[in-house]
């Protein structure tokens, strides 16, 4: 929670800079993610219990983003998102594996038909909290870890109207390999790495 309130809070001092610097933009907006996720199966790495295969189920992704519209093509955000798969190989009562992220991001909107519709692209860096519940290493494990994390992002978008956006895109998300300590003190390494398919709307607000 103190990571979150500063984000918040570093991100509503961002925002007040640049709508002040940018008054001739187009303005602050607000919007929603929502989308399925698809894990890459990774190997667990450990240097006492050797190495395992770890296989997702397809999972989720939603979250919420607050940014500024330029009005030059260019956009700047702050996002708060997660990301849910299943273990198939996980042992013990539903075991799962959830991402919770902060990113900063930048896109760029192209138009090559009209107004109604663009082409974007983009990405973010951020913060990526992991956790692990029950995976089959004879042991249970519960535990949570922050690493750096980034995403590359491109789609198309719908004009519904001056305000309102709509945008069907392809998320590619990694980060640093998060590190788990088990019951036994033996510590283990992952890859964290998400195919996302994900639907988005943003309301511009007309100040």
Known sequence: MPRLSGFITSL????????????????????????????????????????QNMEFS??????GFLGYDFGNNLRLEGEISYRENEIRT????DPQAGTSVMMFNGFYDCFPFNNSFEVYFGGGLGVAT????????????????????????????????????FSLGYRFFDSADPEFVLSSGSRIK??????????????????
């Not at 397809?58 to 979250?63: A, L």
């Not at 996980?90 to 009562?93: A, D, K, L, N, V």
């Open 130 to 165: 992991t956790q692990l519940e029950t995976i089959s290493l004879g042991q249970n494990l519960n535990e949570d870890e922050s690493v750096f994390a980034y995403q590359l992002e491109t789609g198309f978008g719908w004009n519904y109207n001056p305000q309102v956006n």
């Open 12 to 51: 509503g001092l961002l925002l007040a800079v640049t709508t002040t610097v940018y008054a001739e933009g187009s303005g602050l907006y607000v919007g929603g993610i929502v989308g399925a996720s698809l894990r890459t199966d990774t190997l667990l790495s450990s240097s006492t219990l050797g190495t």
């Open 58 to 63: 397809p999972g989720y992704t939603f979250g």
């Open 190 to 207: 992952m890859e964290l790495e998400n195919h996302e398919l994900i639907l988005k709307m943003r309301y511009l607000f007309n100040l």
């Open 90 to 93: 996980g042992g013990g009562r």
